[in-house]
């Protein structure tokens, strides 16, 4: 599943649909395969977490990657890399060089509403970690109002903080010392705030997430996808198991042992 900064950089690749018309239109998902945004101009294209959206008049495209979700754009007419049975959304925009196609392949979410509904929607959102405006305080409020959950678990659920992903779950974790099993009320949460927002903000524009300062490959992060292997700070090796997440869903965590170290 993708973090938001993942996000945040698709809607800048994206933003280039602003002001263009639609010049073909094709949901191929049971419930939407009559909504036909042909004719219509595309207003805005934004994101809020791992949510993105795209308005076309008085109505919002919503699409969420998931797991193996990916948008694709290509000059129409040219030949589709990915198989023509994966894509879920395809959009043709008017170009003075020829119509670009733009098609969303494997979408775990495609749904579409009213723009008027918008904030009731996606009320139930916590704040958006990447947006100018972030709300540290009501992140913050939010995670310490379930003392007894597991700051692993509070860091992952998107009513908490809209964009935080399981590669940023465990980094945080290891830079803040903390076990993701620990539970809130033992914790730091401001410091587990601050730290998420500072990553993520980093990583905005960059191609490759690096949490560690080093660019260079396999040394991009201290503990995420790194079982077995050797801490970066003490050389004791990093385990791994499972944490609830998002939705409750057990989810890899890695920690070291000694850094992070299980409460007693």
Not at 50 to 55: D, I, R, S, V
Not at 232 to 261: A, M, N, S, Y
Request: proline share 5%.
């Amino acid at each position: 599943m993708p973090e938001g900064d993942s996000v945040y950089q698709l809607s800048k690749r994206l933003q280039f649909m602003a002001g263009r018309e639609v010049t073909r239109a094709s949901l191929r998902v049971p419930r939407y395969a009559t909504v036909d945004f042909t004719g219509m101009t595309c207003e805005r294209v934004w994101p809020y977490g791992k949510h993105l959206f795209m308005q076309f008049g008085p109505e919002i495209l919503h699409t969420h990657l998931k797991m193996e979700g990916t948008w694709a754009i290509h000059r129409a007419g040219t030949r589709w890399r990915k198989p023509g049975h994966t894509a879920r959304v395809v959009l043709q925009l008017a170009d003075t060089a020829g119509d670009i196609e733009l098609v969303g392949h494997s979408l775990g979410l495609v749904e579409v509403f009213p723009a008027r509904e918008y904030p009731l929607r996606m009320g139930y959102l916590g704040p958006d970690m990447l947006a100018d405006d972030f709300d540290h305080d009501e992140v913050v409020r939010r995670i310490a109002s379930a003392p007894g959950m597991e700051i692993g678990r509070a860091l992952l659920d998107q009513k908490n903080a809209a964009g935080i992903g399981n590669e940023y779950r465990a980094e945080i974790c290891f830079l803040a010392g903390t076990h993701p099993a620990r539970r809130v009320r033992e914790v730091d949460v401001d410091t587990h705030v601050r730290l998420a927002r500072r990553l993520m903000w980093a990583n905005k524009d960059s191609p490759v997430r690096v949490t560690t300062g080093v660019r260079r490959a396999g040394e991009t992060s201290y503990v995420f996808g790194r079982n077995n292997k050797p801490c970066r700070r003490c050389t004791t090796l990093i385990q791994k198991g499972f944490l609830g997440g998002e939705g409750d869903l057990e989810r890899v965590i890695w920690w070291c042992p000694r850094c992070q170290p299980a409460a007693r």
